[in-house]
């Protein structure tokens, strides 16, 4: 039986859960059809989701249509938790992209079709809601067309919009032959001779579907189940099933992490290639920060270190549950226990090519404040799970006051955060006010350089840094002038390390996420003995050394190059009545709002800009009624710019301030002290 990783994505109440519920009971899996509305939904399994109607967690369950089992994975259509979209796209062999036939095309529907199309993600387009008042079949259909991609096939014509009759009539009609003729010359070889036959016109769909070149259109209701049957055919017939070596290397992807009920951690692993089994010991992960002790290290090369853990037990996706099994072929998804210290994103086996973040990072930042008799130490245990399911939330903790930073895509995710950490861990928090997150990037080039037993250097090491500017999105580059032999390796490591973390907060507290590094000098105090005695640390180099004097080199070298703070920016799309424009542009120009193209469609008028995404959430507050409630809003982060004259924003730093020489040394002192 062939496999088939499916992903249900859409912008937020285009009806995605339900779709999935209502293809559920098509395949036989559920008898009964669950209810957003009512929190009866088999994917919708969080008590969160449950209450607020939105699905927050990706969820998998699988049916079977005819030869081939489907996996199917529901994902959230809120664009603040748009990450955890990310980490399932990387998995699927298709996707099914939900457009609502009353809204129409959304932005949030924009933005996952064009990640469908750069990762060739073979999709077909369900529009939904036909059943609805209001719904519309030729507007959304020009819609797709014009707004997602030229390349669709209609796949028949929906009668009796916007009643509980609607229905959707199968059946090509002549533009598909345009389509697809325009990606196979034979076929317009084949339409000039007159010789086009159904079956030839249903091979070129199926082939250019797999290919991502064309994207089939169905219209129907996941409420009253029309449209359904023919989605389902064209899901069976046209999606490719996946293609995996089952006696392969081992290679498998995680996507997703979360805690069983005794606290133990399971991994969402979708299979490549191999065969995986209860009791095998496997290598997972990269070099991407430290590890903990529960899992051993393997060493594949010079600074490549993985870790290594034993399965302990498997579960696979069948018929709406998930079964306890012995192993698990490529092409499948599976629930692993035993790699207590998986991450998300981690390779096990075999990494595959990495295809890099597909949506861009969060742009804001808040803190969290426990409320009184909370206890802190229990509270960052909970940040902690919580950032194990979701990497980019990016804790901070602020040791000297005891503050904790989380980064955020919206409001919507940091009242998620607040309902969870009461529901699940029974702690009652609240958060300051939202703030955006910036960058630091070099403006020159600057050096500096401490010798071990000179000047007022407390540290038994040599150093010397020079930091200079690096293309945006180039990320750190770490180089060496100084011959690598010249002193023990792990002292070069503990440089590279600490010159990566000390570049998490600049000279105004912000990231550097682009520059180069080179070592220009280095030095150590060779292992020293006394008589009939052991390693005198007073008198030899360790670690310790060099990774306490880094961080005060790197930021002199970084005073001496200087750094500009660059705000984060989101390219905006609104369209809104043209008789609306008097009030709604001096607004823009209040939040330094900066349209760049203007057009008008009749009586609306589309503006196409970039906003500071500082100011975007009170640009979605605003427009309602700046527009009588026609205006639509569509932004996403697009690039960091240099953040207008006058007061630099300021960051409150975490670390132990290398800034300042003598704090950074008595904090230092203590923390090796306590």
């Known amino acids: 039986m062939h496999m088939l990783n499916l992903g249900i994505l859409a912008h937020v109440d285009a009806g995605k859960t339900s779709l999935t519920e209502r293809l559920l009971h098509t395949a036989g899996v559920i008898d009964e059809i669950g209810s957003v509305d009512a929190g009866s939904t088999q994917t919708d399994s969080l008590a969160l989701e449950r209450q607020r109607g939105i699905t927050i967690k990706s969820a998998v369950v699988s049916f079977a249509l005819d030869d081939v089992t489907v996996n199917l994975i529901d994902t959230p259509g809120h664009p603040d938790f748009i990450a955890e979209v990310e980490r399932v796209l990387g998995v699927l062999d298709g996707a099914v992209l939900v457009v609502s036939a009353v809204e129409g095309v959304q932005p949030q529907t924009r933005i996952l079709m064009r990640t469908l199309q750069r990762l060739r993600i073979p999709t077909l387009v369900f529009v939904n809601k036909i059943d609805r008042r209001g719904a519309r079949y030729d507007a959304v259909l020009a819609a797709v067309a014009e707004r997602l991609t030229a390349d669709v096939v209609p796949m028949g014509t929906a009668e009796g919009l916007g009643t509980r009759d609607a229905r959707f009539v199968p059946g090509l009609g002549p533009s598909a032959l345009d389509v697809l003729a325009d990606h196979d010359d034979e076929l317009v070889a084949a339409y000039v001779d007159g010789t086009v036959s159904r079956d030839r016109l249903h091979a070129a769909l199926a082939d250019q579907t797999r290919r991502a070149l064309v994207h089939p259109v169905y219209f129907g209701s996941a409420v009253t189940g029309a449209g359904v049957g023919a989605l389902v055919e064209g899901v069976r017939q046209l999606l490719p099933a996946a293609d995996d070596d089952p006696e392969g290397p081992l290679s498998a992807t995680v996507f997703k992490v979360e805690r069983g009920p005794a606290g133990e951690k399971v991994a969402y692993a979708r299979m490549f290639s191999g065969t995986l089994r209860t009791r095998d010991r496997i290598p997972f992960g990269t070099q991407g920060g430290p590890r903990t002790a529960q899992a051993s290290a393997r060493t594949d090369g010079p600074g490549d270190v993985r870790a290594e853990g034993r399965i302990t037990a498997i579960s696979v996706f069948d018929r709406g549950t998930d079964v306890r099994c012995d192993a698990v072929p490529a092409g499948r998804i599976a629930k692993l226990w035993g790699l207590t210290d998986i991450r998300i994103g981690d390779p096990i086996g075999e990494p595959r090519k990495a295809l890099g973040q597909f949506f861009a990072p969060p742009t804001l ?103 200079d500017p690096a293309p945006a999105g180039s990320g750190v580059d770490f180089r060496l002038e100084v011959e690598l032999g010249s002193m023990p390796y792990a002292f070069f490591k503990a440089v590279e390390d600490t010159v990566r973390e000390t570049l998490g907060q600049g000279l105004h507290g912000w990231q550097i996420p682009d520059c180069t590094v080179t070592m220009t000098h280095s030095g150590y105090a060779p292992r020293q003995s006394h008589a009939h005695q052991g390693f005198d640390k007073s008198m030899s180099s360790t670690g310790y ?32 009545p043209v008789d609306t424009l008097a009030a709604l542009l001096p607004v823009l120009a209040r939040l ?18 970039s906003v500071p995404a500082a100011h975007v959430h009170e640009l979605e507050q605003q427009l309602p009624g700046l527009t009588r409630g026609e205006g639509e809003l569509e932004s996403a982060f697009d690039h960091y710019a240099p953040a207008p004259r006058g007061t630099v924003p300021e960051r409150r730093r975490t670390d132990l301030n290398p800034l300042n020489r003598k704090e950074y040394l008595l904090n230092l002192t203590r923390r090796v002290s306590g």
Not at 379 to 401: F, G, K, S, V
Not at 592 to 608: H, I, M, N, Y
């Open 545 to 576: 050394d060099f990774r306490g004097l880094t961080p005060l080199v790197l930021v002199e070298a970084l005073r001496r190059a200087g750094t500009e703070v660059h705000e984060p920016l989101h390219r905006f799309r609104v369209q809104a």
């Open 592 to 609: 330094r709002a900066v349209p760049q193209s203007t057009e008008t469609r009749g009586t609306s008028c589309v503006l196409e800009g």
């Open 365 to 467: 930042e808040t803190v969290v404040v426990p409320a009184a008799g909370t206890d802190r130490r229990a509270l960052h245990r909970a940040l902690t799970r919580l950032a194990e399911q979701d990497p980019l939330i990016d804790l901070r903790h602020d040791e000297i006051r005891q503050e904790t930073f989380v980064s955020l895509y919206g409001e919507v995710q940091k009242e998620v955060i607040q309902a969870t950490l009461a529901d699940e861990f029974g702690l009652d928090v609240t958060f300051q006010g939202t703030t955006p997150l910036c960058v630091e990037r070099p403006v020159g080039s600057g050096a500096a350089v401490e010798f071990k037993k000179k000047d007022d250097n407390p540290f038994l090491a040599t150093v010397g840094l020079r930091v």
